[in-house]
């Protein structure tokens, strides 16, 4: 029993990855996981020829069963749906890119079904072979194979346009956040895109917009009034989450939202913002107040 905790150990944070960028959710995926685990730890070991397959088989099933029903119940979400942000929590998740885990990339998704997201997840991302994503969601290889081209047409032609360095949109950001904490109106407003675009997800706890805002001027001046309205009371951090830089912002200590950024080098041309206090427990338990 030991060995077998052991080898599921060295793979929980690949089924944790494969989880989290099926639902969107780090708190399905921890479920998922977990549900995993209570399998393998039941299941017949003579059954099993190779660990890791069957791990990725039975991670990949319970999430396509969750993603059926999650998508059921996003169609009656108030508001706009974001996924849960994820913060980074090893040096090794520091080092992803950002396009395999970004909150962009996790909406691209989205409009997959839930076969063709899994088989193109362990395709593209986890870099299984056909036969495994074949046994994974229950399809011939031939079948997968058309799943995952389909997917990459779709998400090719769906993706952000623009390729910007980390280091790049980190200098961005710092700016953004130097001018929402002074309040230079005129500043925020030329980081903003003409044609930006804001998306927010409340979740219907919390105010939100629901339908994304549209015009930097208009996103700007939305930025401004809340630094009209909380003065020294409003304070931003860059941190790192879904493999790139964001910003958290506080209210009177209290976290309020996390905005990831999409930007073309040198202005911000959409912003996706995180405002479900549910969605938010596990960074502000990290954060606190800070």
């Not at 913060?87 to 950002?98: D, G, L, N, V, Y």
């Not at 958290?248 to 080098?265: P, V």
């Amino acid at each position: 029993m030991d060995d077998d905790a052991h080898a599921f150990s060295l793979l929980r944070s690949r089924l944790q990855k494969i989880a989290y960028r099926m639902l969107g959710s780090v708190a399905e995926a921890e479920d998922i996981v977990q549900d995993v685990w209570l399998r393998w730890h039941a299941a017949n070991r003579q059954d099993i020829d190779n660990a890791e397959a069957w791990l990725v088989a039975v991670t990949t099933r319970l999430s396509i069963d969750r993603l059926r029903a999650a998508k059921i119940q996003r169609e009656h979400y108030t508001g706009i749906w974001l996924p849960e942000p994820q913060m980074i929590e090893s040096p090794e998740e520091a080092t992803e890119r950002a396009d395999e885990v970004s909150v962009a990339f996790l909406m691209l998704l989205e409009r997959l079904t839930p076969e063709a997201r899994a088989a193109f997840l362990l395709r593209e991302i986890f870099d299984a072979d056909y036969s495994e994503v074949a046994e994974a969601i229950g399809k011939t290889e031939a079948a997968c194979r058309q799943l995952v081209s389909r997917a990459k047409t779709q998400i090719r032609d769906e993706r952000p346009r623009y390729s910007v360095s980390r280091e790049t949109h980190h200098r961005l950001l710092q700016t953004f956040a130097q001018a929402l904490k002074s309040g230079d109106f005129a500043a925020i407003n030329a980081l903003l895109a003409e044609d930006a675009i804001l998306v927010a997800d409340g979740g219907g706890k919390v105010p939100s917009f629901p339908q994304p805002m549209t015009g930097g001027r208009r996103i700007a001046q939305l930025f401004f009034a809340s630094s009209l309205r909380y003065g020294s009371e409003l304070r931003v951090k860059l941190v790192m989450l879904n493999g790139q830089w964001a910003l958290l912002r506080f209210i009177e200590g209290k976290l309020e939202s996390a905005q990831s950024f999409e930007t073309d080098g040198e202005q911000i041309v959409r912003i996706h913002i995180q405002r479900n206090p549910d969605k938010l427990v596990r960074i502000a338990q990290s954060y606190g107040g800070c």
